[in-house]
């Protein structure tokens, strides 16, 4: 599987962007970028997912280079409830197994 | 909203003792997963289920792990005998799609901390 690559941590004030960054430099063609995030004390919740075009929901955007990679995640007004470890994960269509490959994540910290 | 759910949620047991833990995914996904994380770590696969077959297991340390989803909709998870370095969080996980897919929802539970003295 094609490896990511974030940064440890980052740190944010609240009410502000935040933007995540992501580097996949072997991604291949098939492989969709996801992220997850996971709150102090819970299980890992999904946020958003791409291939090639940029997507936004109710909980963020993912920006997604155009060489692919690379990605960011953006949390257009960071609340103390997005202080969390965020998950760039890519997983690659076809076959039977999607199981979830993550890293150590990024650790946001949001500050008042 | 549906949620999965698992028990216990934390559980204190000496070395050497038999562990078990539940899940229970959400109704209709055919898809269970269970995940080991350490402290600092990122969540890492044990074993996948699709309905009541193995998909992988190659994670899972079978000489002391094992796990079934008899019916195809709850599972178990069990450790024997337990030891110092399983201490961790395990984490469960279901997904709808049947036929698996790189943009399927993996929903998660909220995990049982086990703690091996």
């Known amino acids: 599987d094609a490896k990511t690559t974030q940064p440890n941590s980052m740190e944010s004030n609240e009410e502000e962007p935040v933007h995540l960054p992501c580097n996949h430099s072997t991604i291949s063609g098939t492989d969709y970028i996801h992220w997850y995030r996971q709150l102090p004390s819970q299980g890992p919740e999904y946020v958003i997912h791409?291939?090639?075009s940029n997507v936004n929901n109710r909980m963020a955007s993912l920006a997604i280079a155009e060489d692919r990679k690379s990605s960011t995640l953006i949390l257009h007004r960071a609340t103390l409830r997005d202080a969390a470890v965020y998950y760039c994960?890519?997983?690659?269509?076809?076959?039977?197994?999607?199981?979830?490959?993550f890293g150590k994540g990024t650790l946001l910290t949001v500050n008042p | 909203e549906a949620e999965v759910a698992q028990s216990p949620r934390y559980k204190i047991t000496e070395k050497s003792q038999a562990v078990a833990f539940w899940c229970d995914p959400i109704s209709g996904h055919a898809t269970l997963y269970w995940y080991r994380q350490i402290l600092g770590q990122g969540p890492e696969l044990l074993v996948q289920?699709?309905?009541?077959?193995?998909?992988?297991d190659s994670q899972l340390p079978k000489d002391r792990f094992s796990a079934e989803r008899l019916k195809g909709v709850d599972s178990t998870l069990k450790i024997q005998p337990a030891e110092l370095g399983d201490s961790a969080m395990y984490l469960c996980?279901?997904?709808?799609?049947?036929?698996?897919?790189?943009?399927?929802?993996?929903?998660f539970g909220p995990g049982t901390r086990l703690t091996v003295l």
């Open positions: 994960i890519l997983r690659r269509s076809g076959g039977s197994n999607y199981k979830l490959t």
């Open positions: 791409g291939l090639t």
């Open positions: 289920f699709q309905d009541e077959s193995v998909v992988d």
């Open positions: 996980a279901s997904s709808f799609l049947t036929s698996g897919g790189a943009t399927d929802t993996q929903y």
